[in-house]
């Protein structure tokens, strides 16, 4: 008989982030680590989010009981963000990083929501660093990982650590932009809009920037967190977020 | 939010564009709209309000002021007339001296409650409201009420402003109180709850009689009823924070304490009180209606503030270049008094638009307006210097190249167990309490798991690896971990344990280093990931070629009814190819077959002298929609040896 090993499988996560490490890595940028369990500080806090805002509404979060005499609360982070903070905390600009893993959120799970979830960050401080260049970056990161040519918008919005705040679109990867489709045929992807919603970005807010000793009047640039999940289950066409991370290996083996 | 169609095409002469130019104004430029709906012979746009934009923008004229900017439209100040009724008898006493109900407003903290606004209205009558009226509120969700509570809806859903009206002969005097409560008062709602105060929650009070609780909610003792002669109006602003805390800690969200709690201007409350005593009067008035002064206790009064930004500042942060008449016209578009100092282009910040304090937040109007459809996407940003090397990230890649070449399958699993070190204060369930401190459990689970599928993934023995964090008190590290599971009734296979110690050995020959297993299972093994790490060398270049998921690789659902397996073996002349049998054989048994795999090939000689090769196959049948009942499965299997067998020398096993 055939001795020949048969292949196991990867994650279709780990396949994205080396994939998107790849891009970024030849761009300049660096990876970087943190931990999932954070301390309030660094989650809102040093991310201009403060107690008894509104702002915290915005994510629903899992806090660690605190024991006797704990003075800082401590949680399982909600966004990756937190990590930029630590990075730039002791060390000079120019900054250049990004950050992958797991963040949680304490929210009711179905086919699309699940408590725990992938998010990739991006730091960008320089002398000069713009709108623009924040744009250029994702177009570049987007066209090579998609392998072919996406358009990038954004929208306003609003996250408490940058200002101006935006969401990003991307031209929809399936359709071309909607451009492939026939009359009367919809996307599975875009549902016909030619958009999909990728990433909320923005220029790191000067608060946040002199909360770790960065002087924002020599120092500018962007920073953008994008919601992995997503765009994995959207490119694939995977019908349910939980199959990602409850070890089956239905999903797993066919990656 | 919603918003009216119809109600926000009030504040402009002439039609508004087509609801659908609406949503893509608003969406492309301002606040996401996030759906629309006919109501009637209206539309309802629902407004995505974010925080900054909450101050100024959870009421109509708020969003009408967006469409004006973008829509470079002028406005009107209301969306429609707010007077004095002549068919009324008003008896309006402004002149000082003449008050009814010598009307006096006491605050206990100005940091509290930052301004407060009472007035009297005699003789009125509850009546319900008009059908303009019943419309608008109707059109947005708001149940109509009777005349007073609708126009007090009205003027919040108009301007911003929560208003409240409180039956005077009920108050109790004439002092209207704004200050902390007692531990152990109540208030009972107008909706029957009893809530227990203490000194945290700020109340409208007289005589220590709780009235209301400040910015939430009314309470019994003052509340309108159908004989209500006398009215008392309130307009009037609180700490943002302290409203938030208070409704956080009765239970009790409103209209009014989520517009308090994003934060409101002061400056508002003068206005709203105008527009709601005309309002009222216009349609709760008797012969005998007399109209009372404002009674405006206004501790601290806002400071104007000036903003101010150069062109080239706007470039440093946009990146492209606008010109100094295109922000100039910009601000004019949003009504900002506007000059020009050297370079600074200094607006007066208007008082509502508290989002607006600095530098950034005025480039973000100038962007958003000017469009950032302008930027330009295409810059040339590669420098050509490559980032830094993630250890880690590294070891991660080669651990799991090696794994994959031994038929190893990743997986991701829960964060969350029943037990660990780490305890989470609002746990969803009770098996999902603890932060998990080790690897090992969970993977038993899911070994346990994929047994039940391995025809269905292929794996005839399981085999799983991770990498992944555990937490420990006061240390979170990542573990990693490799799992074997034979399913009970495969027979023939290396035995689990063998497998665990044979790729332990690989690995370590590959990382040259020993592997120090910290647990005790013998099928699982679990190691420190990190300490792992920090004993290898530093890598130069990310070098290690992991496996790439193909382009244009679907996800095949997966069905939710059971599979059933089905060998199938045939004789076939020497020379057939694998591909030949197999395709009869899919041709046979699609659309039900989820998997399919070779398991066996040899050639023999024949009696008869000729050489023949057996392919033997494994089906695996499902369908996504039903059980498959046994007729479905034989005749199937039946279908397809028949085929098999009227080929030329074939003969079915």
């Known amino acids: 008989m055939n001795e020949k090993q048969e292949k196991g499988h990867i994650h279709p996560m780990t396949q994205f982030i080396n994939r998107a490490n790849a891009i970024f890595y030849e761009m300049g940028f660096t990876l970087v680590d943190g931990p999932e369990l954070e301390t309030e500080h660094y989650n809102f806090d040093a991310l201009n989010v403060p107690k008894d805002h509104p702002a915290r509404d915005m994510q629903d979060t899992f806090w660690i009981k605190q024991k006797e005499g704990e003075i800082e609360r401590k949680l399982m982070r909600t966004q990756t963000s937190a990590v930029q903070i630590r990075y730039m905390q002791g060390r000079q600009p120019p900054f250049k990083m990004i950050c992958f893993g797991k963040v949680f959120r304490n929210e009711a799970t179905d086919a699309t929501h699940e408590m725990v979830f992938h998010q990739l960050e991006g730091l960008m401080i320089d002398k000069d660093v713009t709108m623009e260049d924040l744009k250029s970056t994702l177009n570049i990161f987007f066209d090579k990982f998609f392998e072919r040519n996406i358009d990038v918008r954004f929208r306003p919005s609003f996250f408490p650590f940058v200002e101006p705040g935006m969401e990003v679109d991307i031209s929809c990867f399936k359709c071309n932009g909607g451009k492939d489709l026939k009359a009367g045929e919809s996307c599975s992807v875009c549902k016909g809009t030619g958009w999909v919603e990728v990433a909320g970005a923005g220029m790191v807010h000067p608060k946040v920037l002199s909360g770790v000793d960065v002087d924002p009047k020599k120092w500018r640039g962007f920073a953008f967190g994008m919601g992995v999940d997503r765009i994995i289950m959207l490119k694939y066409g995977i019908d349910d977020i939980r199959l990602l991370y409850s070890g089956d290996l239905r999903l797993v083996n066919q990656f | ?653």
């Open chain 2, 1 to 653: 939010m919603k918003v009216s169609y119809k109600w926000l095409n009030e504040y402009f002469d002439g039609k508004l564009p087509p609801v659908e130019k609406l949503e893509e104004v608003l969406t492309m430029n301002s606040s996401e709209v996030e759906g629309i709906e006919k109501v009637d012979r209206d539309y309802v746009l629902d407004v995505k309000i974010l925080p900054n934009m909450a101050h100024s923008c959870l009421c109509h004229r708020g969003i009408a002021r967006e469409f004006s900017v973008l829509l470079n439209l002028p406005m009107k100040k209301h969306s429609r007339d707010f007077s004095f009724p002549a068919s009324c008898q008003i008896n309006n006493s402004t002149e000082p001296g003449i008050s009814i109900l010598n009307l006096e407003i006491k605050i206990e903290n100005p940091d509290d409650c930052r301004r407060y606004i009472g007035r009297v209205i005699t003789g009125i009558e509850i009546r319900s409201s008009p059908e303009w009226l019943k419309k608008h509120l109707e059109a947005v969700g708001q149940r109509s009420i009777n005349n007073l509570v609708d126009a007090t809806n009205f003027v919040m859903l108009e301007l911003g402003q929560p208003m409240h009206v409180f039956d005077a002969d009920k108050i109790g005097g004439s002092l209207i109180e704004i200050k902390k409560a007692k531990i152990g008062d109540s208030l009972r709602t107008l909706d029957g709850k009893e809530i227990v105060l203490d000194d945290s929650i700020l109340i409208i009070s007289n005589n220590s009689k709780a009235l209301a609780i400040a910015g939430i909610k009314g309470g019994t003792l003052a509340e309108i009823s159908a004989d209500t002669r006398n009215i008392v109006l309130e307009s009037a602003n609180f700490d943002p924070v302290l409203i938030r805390k208070t409704a956080q800690k009765i239970k009790i969200q409103t209209d009014a304490s989520k517009r308090y709690e994003n934060d409101l201007t002061p400056e508002l409350a003068h206005e709203a009180m105008d527009i709601l005593t005309k309002l009222i009067t216009e349609i709760a008035c008797t012969k005998d209606t007399k109209v009372g002064k404002m009674i405006d206790n206004y501790p601290r009064s806002v400071i104007k503030n000036e903003l101010g930004v150069s062109a080239s500042e706007v470039e440093k942060v946009l990146g492209l270049k606008i010109s100094e008449d295109e922000i100039i016209k910009i601000f004019n578009q949003f009504g900002f008094i506007n000059k020009k100092e050297g370079e600074q282009l200094i607006i007066e910040v208007p008082a509502e638009r508290l989002d607006l304090r600095i530098k950034e937040d005025l480039i973000e109007e100038i962007g958003r307006v000017y469009g950032y459809d302008k930027l330009d996407g295409s810059k040339n940003i590669i420098t050509g210097t490559k980032g830094k090397i993630n250890k880690q990230f590294y070891y991660a890649n080669k651990i799991k190249n090696i794994l994959y070449d031994r038929g190893f399958s990743e997986i991701y699993g829960y964060a969350f167990a029943e037990k660990g070190d780490i305890e989470l204060a609002n746990s969803v369930a009770p098996e999902k309490k603890f932060l998990r401190n080790n690897l090992t459990d969970n993977s038993k689970e899911y070994l346990e798991f994929n047994a039940r599928y391995a025809d269905l993934i292929e794996m005839p023995q399981i085999k799983i690896f991770e990498i992944g964090k555990v937490f420990l008190k006061d240390d979170e590290h990542n573990n990693f971990i490799i799992g074997v599971k034979t399913p009970t009734s495969v027979k023939g296979l290396k035995k689990d344990q063998e497998v665990i110690k044979e790729i332990i050995v690989e690995l370590e020959k590959e990382l040259n280093i020993k592997l120090v297993k910290i647990n005790k299972d013998e099928t699982v093994a679990e190691f420190n990931f990190d300490e792992m790490v920090a004993k290898l060398p530093e890598p130069k270049e990310y070098d290690i070629e992991m496996p790439a998921v193909d382009k244009d690789m679907r996800f095949k659902k997966i069905s939710v009814y059971p599979f059933t397996v089905r060998d199938v073996a045939v004789f076939v002349p020497e020379n057939i190819k694998q591909e030949e049998v197999w395709n009869l054989i899919k041709n046979e048994a699609e659309p039900l077959l989820m998997k399919d795999r070779l398991f066996d090939v040899f050639t023999k000689k024949m009696p008869d002298g000729s050489a023949k090769t057996s392919y033997a196959f494994r089906l695996v049948l499902q369908s996504y929609d039903h059980t498959l009942s046994e007729e479905e499965i034989s005749g199937v299997m039946s279908r397809i040896t028949t085929k098999l067998n009227a080929q030329k020398d074939w003969q079915v096993r």
